[in-house]
T-cell receptor, first 115, second 114 residues
Framework: AQKVTQAQTEISVVEKEDVTLDCVYETRDTTYYLFWYKQPPSGELVFLIRRNSFDEQNEISGRYSWNFQKSTSSFNFTITASQVVDSAVYFCALSEAISSNQFYFGTGTSLTVIP | NAGVTQTPKFQVLKTGQSMTLQCAQDMNHEYMSWYRQDPGMGLRLIHYSVGAGITDQGEVPNGYNVSRSTTEDFPLRLLSAAPSQTSVYFC?????????????FGPGTRLTVL
């Protein structure tokens, strides 16, 4: 079964619009971590954020914000006032304490910001 | 620190050829791993290592071998390349092996098998 689901395959927005990328996860472990990575057109994977299962506090970092809700098993990522440089593929990932640091990645959401 | 480095960046092989993808990190990380990225499938774990001399299989290990003789290096070997192994390969490392820790990725190797 897919442990991480990113239902949005591709999203296009016009510059300065806000956009939310959805991530739904599945785990039976009580201790786990969730991550978001960005993959720009150059291909590298850039770490954005890590959140543990005991910390449901939302986080804001500049134009980025993350909404973690255990009740719905979701860890959504919002970009406010999007910019062309935000165009990339974004991956959500899950790591369970029981699984020796194995990451389970979603299939990614390709975001295109149109100038 | 160079972080996680991978060589080569690009490689073209013929079916049946063998090759080794190199991965090195200079962060003294105990945990290292190899993933492959295919369109529409995200990243899938091939093999991982929790320290020198210790390796284990991930989700898609068939056709690949690994070894970990030093903390710094974690090469991935394709013994007899097949077209199904055409993919982008990422090496990653993290400090912790017992908990859950952020993994830092190398720049990737794009492999094409003809």
């Amino acid at each position: 079964a897919q442990k991480v689901t990113q239902a949005q395959t591709e999203i296009s927005v016009v510059e300065k619009e806000d956009v939310t990328l959805d991530c739904v996860y599945e785990t039976r472990d009580t201790t786990y971590y969730l991550f978001w990575y960005k993959q720009p057109p150059s291909g590298e994977l850039v770490f954005l954020i890590r959140r543990n299962s005991f910390d449901e506090q939302n986080e804001i970092s500049g134009r980025y914000s993350w909404n973690f809700q255990k009740s719905t098993s979701s860890f959504n990522f919002t970009i406010t006032a999007s910019q062309v440089v935000d165009s990339a593929v974004y991956f959500c990932a899950l790591s369970e304490a029981i699984s020796s640091n194995q990451f389970y990645f979603g299939t990614g959401t390709s975001l295109t910001v149109i100038p | 620190n160079a972080g996680v480095t991978q060589t080569p960046k690009f490689q073209v092989l013929k079916t049946g050829q063998s090759m080794t993808l190199q991965c090195a990190q200079d962060m003294n990380h105990e945990y290292m791993s190899w993933y492959r990225q295919d369109p529409g499938m995200g990243l899938r774990l091939i093999h991982y290592s929790v320290g020198a001399g210790i390796t284990d299989q991930g989700e898609v290990p068939n056709g690949y071998n690994v070894s970990r003789s030093t903390t710094e290096d974690f090469p991935l070997r394709l013994l007899s390349a097949a077209p199904s192994q055409t993919s982008v390969y990422f090496c990653a490392s993290s400090y912790s092996v017992s908990g859950v820790d952020t993994q830092y990725f190398g720049p990737g190797t794009r492999l094409t098998v003809l």
